[in-house]
């Protein structure tokens, strides 16, 4: 019986390290099911679900009003991957947040992922982030001289490893910056800034 019950041990675990290698989808590619809508407080603006959109494997995010979506888990330790491209005539504003936490808010407490065309890779927030001076707003610069943005319309691959408060990034396979902050989970979050973008293909893994 112990060897049985040592055996049903040994197998448990090995599942549970296997499974930690598998994606977690965040994105069902049908609904918004699993993140929560926070907008602006504008009784003129547009309503959340024409703001942010789901069909056909992509979120479709109108850019007005300014908000976000996040996740309704809390998230450490993860790497994450998503797939991005404006999808008006020209780019606008947007970005991806990690470690979110606090009220719900416009704008909310975490570390951005800045993607302006000319701020693109810029790592920003009210988190603190080592080596950056503050005091209420951290802003640290992207790695490389150029984005490796692809073209208007293109669809981007942008990856994260988040990691004991390390947040690296990743755009189209090139390393565009890397800080180390002041918090290790929360939400994740995606932003309505001003113009159309979309996304698709989202999920985690487990960061090593």
Excluded at 34 to 50: Q, Y
Excluded at 63 to 89: C, D, M, Q
Excluded at 107 to 122: A, E, L, V
Excluded at 163 to 191: F, T
């Amino acid at each position: 019986m112990k060897t049985r019950s040592f055996l049903a041990a040994v197998l448990a675990a090995v599942t549970i390290i296997s499974c930690s290698d598998r994606k977690v989808y965040l994105f069902n590619g049908e609904n918004l099911d699993g993140w929560k809508t926070v907008l602006r407080d504008d009784p003129d603006a547009i309503t959340g679900p024409s703001t942010f959109s789901a069909k056909d494997g992509v979120i479709y995010i109108t850019g007005t009003p300014f908000g976000y979506i996040r996740t309704e888990k809390v998230f450490s330790n993860y790497k994450l991957h998503l797939e991005w491209r404006w999808a008006g005539e020209e780019s606008a504003d947007g970005g991806v947040f990690h470690f979110l936490q606090g009220a719900d808010k416009v704008w909310p407490q975490g570390i951005q992922f800045q993607m302006t065309s000319k701020d693109m890779g810029f790592l920003m927030g009210g988190i603190p982030i080592e080596g950056v001076e503050g005091p209420s707003f951290y802003r640290k610069a992207r790695l490389v001289e150029e984005s490796p943005e692809k073209p208007l319309g293109e669809w981007n691959d942008l990856d994260f490893e988040c990691k004991e408060g390390v947040v690296k990034a990743w755009l189209n396979g090139v390393l565009v910056n890397e800080a180390k902050c002041q918090a290790s989970e929360g939400y994740i979050g995606i932003q309505s800034e001003g113009g159309p973008i979309e996304f698709r293909n989202i999920y985690l893994t487990k960061a090593r």
